[in-house]
């Protein structure tokens, strides 16, 4: 390796990290473990990151905030755990200002950003996904519904925090999430609609890390999307998530690189947008063939808990490389084993929940063989831990099986003395009930 490219991958360094969830709180954990890494900040973090890294606030969409942090403390590397930094352009103007950061400039996040984006550059590279049209006014788009009929997807083009899909059993709800999207239900995202045609079939995830031109496809990870057991109950952004996921075969997952993954990272380049960090491709695969629902520009949360838990190889050097183009230097290992995390959520969550409720427990949660506590909503008044969001906290095991992994997490969940919290008792139910088979 020459040694301007070691230079660029290779040798301590300060980072930054934005965010303050769980995802956040894995990867500060990774990155802690990296004999590269230096001084470890995180924006805003949370009380289980103040364990491994600084915590700091700043505004993390603000890219000069970011960058003039980074020139004051010596930072020489950020990772953008969040989609909103992304869509806001930090990676951009720490590129300006000669901070390499993990993470695709805001050109490239609309990737995530616009769903119509998706659909065009989808549409030029040929990457399957399902039939779609953009509109721009509620008359128009109802036309559409009833013209085509139900099941049917309508979605606000832009960035929702999750909430902005509805998939439609009737031409009703789609013209009532029509009527609510344009009525201003989701702000300025509902400012446009795409409506898909329904995907039959099994959801399965892809993370790929990207450079710009290479890719690195990283072991499977699934989430439960639903809030209660049996996947019934309202959407949430994940409630529990395991590795590997036996949804996604070989077959499955080489037609995904081939015919999305390398497509789209090709079309990207060629626009001169190339994409750099973590592709989070949302497939549907029916009949073996996947297509593809959505893209995410940044790690699933919580499924980078799980595949941080399977890493067996040092995380930091494989991040600079994707900000560096030099992903094709660096390889990463993974255990054989399996992984999983559960969600405790406050009560009500992803409804209305009350915070600042107490939690107790979290060392002794954490001394189960196996465990790793992540924190997605807490803080600390150095005595007591309390909840400050819907999705608190990321109860993860790795084991040698999916059953162990399942069976140790539960147990480190029974420990946490938390009144205030729930959890779903069955995630991994899916590919526990294939393996049986
Ligand atoms: N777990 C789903 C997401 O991160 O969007």
């Known amino acids: 390796m020459a040694d301007a490219v070691r230079a ?21 954990w990774a990155i802690a473990k990296s004999p590269d890494c230096g001084k470890l900040f995180c924006a805003p973090g949370n009380a289980g990151i103040a364990a491994v890294a600084e915590c700091v606030r700043m505004d993390i969409e603000d890219g000069k905030a970011v960058a003039d942090f980074c020139k004051l403390m010596g930072v020489g590397f950020v990772v953008i755990g969040p989609e909103a930094p992304l869509a806001a352009g930090v990676a951009d103007v720490l590129a300006a200002e000669g901070i390499p950061a993990f993470g695709p400039g805001a050109e490239a996040a609309r990737l995530e950003a616009s769903k119509s984006f998706t659909k065009e550059v989808c549409d030029a590279c040929g990457a399957p996904t399902a039939a779609w049209a953009r509109f721009s006014d509620a008359e128009a788009a109802s036309a559409y519904v009833r013209e085509r009929g139900a099941p049917i997807v309508v979605k606000a083009d832009g960035l929702a925090a999750g909430k902005g899909v509805v998939v439609a059993e009737t031409v009703e709800q789609a013209l009532a999430a029509v009527e609510s999207m344009f009525g201003g239900s989701h702000g300025s995202a509902g400012a446009e609609v795409v409506i898909e ?32 057991d049996g996947d019934t109950g309202p959407n949430t952004g994940g409630m529990g998530a395991y590795s590997p996921a036996p949804v996604l075969t070989d077959d499955v997952e080489r037609r995904a690189m081939d015919e999305i993954v390398r497509p789209v990272i090709a079309e990207m380049a060629k626009r001169g947008t190339p994409y750099r960090g973590v592709l989070y491709a949302g497939l549907m695969i029916e009949d073996g063939t996947p297509r593809l629902v959505e893209f995410n520009v940044r790690f699933g949360d919580p499924e980078c808990q799980v595949l941080m838990l399977r890493l067996a190889s040092d995380i930091l050097p494989a991040l600079r490389a994707c900000a560096a183009g030099k992903l094709g230097e660096v390889g990463l290992d993974w255990t054989d084993g399996s992984a999983i995390t559960v969600v405790m959520a406050a009560r009500g969550y992803p409804g209305s929940y009350e915070k600042g409720t107490p939690i107790a427990n979290l060392d002794a949660a954490a001394a189960v063989d ?10 600390s008044d150095g005595e007591t831990t ?22 140790r997490a539960y147990r480190a969940v029974g420990v946490i003395d938390w009144p205030g919290g729930f959890n779903r008792t069955d995630i991994g139910w899916r590919a526990l009930a294939r393996d049986s088979h």
């Open 370 to 379: 196996g465990v790793e506590v992540f924190h997605a909503g807490t803080s």
């Open 8 to 28: 660029s991958i290779h040798g301590r360094v300060n980072v930054l990290i934005l965010g303050g969830g769980g995802r956040e709180h894995a990867l500060a």
């Open 386 to 407: 309390r909840a400050t969001g819907g999705r608190v906290l990321n109860v993860s095991a790795s084991g040698a099986t999916l059953r162990e992994a399942r069976d």
């Open 197 to 228: 045609d329904f995907m039959a079939g099994e959801e399965a995830s892809l993370f790929v890390l990207c450079d710009g031109e290479n890719v690195l496809a990283l072991p499977s990870a699934q989430d439960h999307k639903r809030a209660y």
